[in-house]
């Protein structure tokens, strides 16, 4: 593809937010983060601060940083790499909204039916 100053400069620009977004995602849920589905002690749903904009932040986030590193690199492996991430982690948050519906009920139920699970008013 092609690439030129503006078009890289916008890449990390983009990637560069995509990680901001990641990092307050997960300093927000603070002790309720794990790398597994778990559950904590006192686990509770959180729905405030990234969590009130999309359902899993941290995966927007990340998706963010690879579209903007794929066009700072204007590569087509990079369109494939965006393409196979969104995949690994739709198919991933599928399995924890299943977890966090057995967890919170109803509770959970309205917060996906008010807020979207990567992009926020879209998906």
């Given at each position: 593809?092609?690439?030129?100053?503006?078009?890289f400069?916008?890449?990390?620009?983009?990637?560069?937010?995509?990680?901001?977004?990641?990092?307050?995602?997960?300093?927000?849920?603070?002790?309720?983060?794990?790398?597994?589905?778990?559950?904590?002690?006192?686990?509770?749903?959180?729905?405030?601060?990234?969590?009130?904009?999309?359902r899993?932040?941290?995966?927007?986030?990340?998706?963010?940083?690879?579209?903007?590193?794929?066009?700072?690199?204007?590569?087509?492996?990079?369109?494939?790499?965006?393409?196979?991430?969104?995949?690994?982690?739709?198919?991933?948050?599928?399995?924890?909204?299943?977890?966090?519906?057995?967890?919170?009920?109803?509770?959970?139920?309205?917060?996906?039916?008010?807020?979207?699970?990567?992009?926020?008013?879209?998906?």
């Amino acid at each position: 593809m092609p690439i030129d100053r503006w078009t890289f400069w916008g890449g990390a620009v983009l990637t560069l937010a995509g990680l901001l977004v990641t990092v307050w995602a997960r300093v927000h849920l603070g002790r309720n983060w794990s790398g597994t589905i778990t559950v904590k002690q006192d686990h509770e749903l959180i729905t405030s601060g990234p969590y009130r904009l999309v359902r899993h932040p941290i995966y927007s986030g990340l998706l963010l940083a690879f579209m903007g590193g794929a066009l700072a690199r204007g590569e087509w492996r990079g369109i494939v790499a965006v393409v196979l991430t969104f995949w690994a982690f739709w198919w991933k948050l599928r399995t924890e909204e299943q977890w966090m519906r057995e967890q919170f009920g109803l509770a959970y139920e309205e917060y996906a039916h008010r807020v979207a699970a990567l992009v926020p008013f879209v998906l």
